[in-house]
């Protein structure tokens, strides 16, 4: 099954340029990845499947105006959620600089305007406000929390990819705002709403 037909099949309607951007970034991933070591999978289904895994909580969330995404990696989800969202104000921070030169090539050719790359760890960034912070295998959710303070806007919302480890991290983190878990596969998407 190809990219489009796996999002349609999840009820996804995206135009061409947005078909063409992410067959671009497979090319490159798949290209750069054997070389620098930037994801473990780098089957065509399995960049597929993490395309779709990135920007699937966009059926759920509310709207926002500019996200930063903790720990990007080879691209997910902040680069994909950039790609899906050219209006929306993306920032994506990373400390690896292979992993920042490759995230900062694909900006460059895909002319991604609304990206913003920084390499530094999210506790030392200045200057930033964000509405969404997202995040996927960095670390649990109450450091995720705490080091994401100094980039976050009044009431912040927070989307996070998250295992079955999800429950004992809610209750360490002390979660008892406004949030909620939506269950796909093996993934838990935590989204915890700014008031």
């Known amino acids: 099954m190809n990219l489009q037909e796996l999002l349609e099949k999840n009820d996804f309607n995206y135009d061409s340029k947005f078909y063409k951007d992410c067959n671009v970034f497979i090319g490159l991933l798949q290209q750069w990845g054997k070389v620098h070591n930037l994801s473990g999978r780098l089957s065509t289904e399995d960049i597929n499947e ?13 709207k ?6 903790i720990g990007t990696g080879a691209g997910y989800p902040g680069l994909l959620l950039a790609i ?4 929306i104000k993306s920032y994506l921070i990373e400390p690896r600089i292979k992993r920042v030169s490759f ?17 530094n760890r999210v506790e030392k960034v200045e200057n930033l406000k964000a509405d969404l912070i997202t995040s996927r295998a960095v670390t649990n959710t109450a450091l995720l929390l705490e080091i994401t303070k ?36 093996d993934r838990n998407y935590l989204y915890i709403k700014g008031k």
């Open 150 to 185: 100094n980039i976050v806007n009044d009431n912040p919302s927070y989307l996070f990819y998250k295992g079955s480890m999800l429950n004992e991290e809610l209750d360490i983190a002390k979660v008892n705002q406004n949030y909620q878990i939506v269950n796909r596969n």
């Open 50 to 62: 993490n395309i779709l895994d990135s920007i699937y909580p966009l059926k759920f969330i509310d």
């Open 103 to 119: 995230l900062n090539f694909v900006k460059a050719s895909l002319k991604l305007d609304n990206l913003t790359i920084i390499c």
């Open 84 to 87: 899906a969202n050219r209006d």
């Open 64 to 69: 926002y105006d500019s996200f930063a995404d």
